[in-house]
């Protein structure tokens, strides 16, 4: 199961921490991702992460603005978003799928997914 927190509200220019919380997975046997849907618009993703080795991926919109990370420990993922612009809006979501591969990046098919949290800049 995973459960998203921490949207809500901001200016822009602003800053936010998602997180997401993961119960029934080992962490380190996973990619694990945030993507976004903007209101009326199609998914997309946002940034991934390989927990059993830190690597990590970000769309071009967010590159520099934007960091995703884990902890271990406690099973949470955390996007923090930073310099917040009004197209940052959307549903949240984050998504684990099995790290089958050698990398992780948000164009795998995630077949688990949270229920989101809502960002409005």
């Known amino acids: 199961q995973l459960v998203e927190s921490g949207g809500g509200s901001v200016q ?4 936010l921490r998602l997180s997401c919380a993961a119960t029934g997975y080992t962490w380190s046997a996973y ?5 976004r849907q903007p209101p009326g618009e199609k998914r997309e993703g ?11 991926y970000y769309t071009e ?3 520099g603005r934007f ?3 884990h902890d271990n420990v406690k099973n949470i993922l955390y996007l923090q978003m930073d ?3 009004p197209e940052d809006t959307g549903m949240y979501l984050c998504a684990a799928e099995p790290r089958l591969r050698g990398y ?3 164009y795998l098919p995630y077949t ?6 809502q960002v409005t800049v």
């Open 112 to 117: 688990s997914w949270g229920q989101g949290t």
């Open 12 to 15: 822009a220019g602003g800053s």
């Open 83 to 85: 310099n917040l612009k």
């Open 46 to 56: 946002v940034a991934a992460i390989s927990p059993a080795d830190g690597n990590t």
């Open 31 to 35: 990619c694990v991702a945030w993507f």
């Open 104 to 106: 992780c990046d948000t």
């Open 67 to 69: 960091t995703i990370s």
């Open 61 to 63: 919109s967010v590159k």
